[in-house]
């Protein structure tokens, strides 16, 4: 089945910088489009950023265009999304998802 586990959530401070991993499994991760959502409390999930199958083509929210980016590194079978300049707002749980699949989250909590 397919499994996506997210890592690299925790505490950091206004303006610092965090980077986020998916290891995905029972996908091949070359074959499937890849995105990253976030959650904050009381607040609908939002789409911030993708990367298309074969990772040719990716695009952020306009929330953090020029912030994040988004990677990959195909013999590990992992997505990325590497977060600069973090705002207190961005505090959220992060999600991975390869549609119809989701993992469950990883934490951030921006904070002084």
């Known amino acids: 089945q397919v499994q996506l586990v997210e890592s690299g959530g925790g505490l950091v401070q206004p303006g610092g910088s965090l980077r986020l991993s998916c290891a995905a499994s029972?996908?091949?991760?070359?074959?499937?489009?890849m995105g990253w959502y976030r959650q904050a409390p009381g607040k609908e999930r939002e789409w911030v950023a993708t990367?298309?199958?074969?990772?040719?083509?990716?695009y952020t929210a306009a929330s953090v265009k020029g912030r994040f980016t988004i990677s990959s590194d195909n013999a590990k079978n992992t997505v990325y999304l590497q977060m600069n300049s973090l705002k207190v707002e961005e505090t959220a749980v992060y999600y991975c998802?390869?549609?119809?699949?989701w993992g469950k989250g990883t934490l951030i909590t921006v904070s002084s």
């Open positions: 990367l298309s199958t074969g990772g040719n083509l990716f």
């Open positions: 998802n390869t549609h119809p699949k």
């Open positions: 029972g996908i091949i991760f070359r074959s499937s489009g």
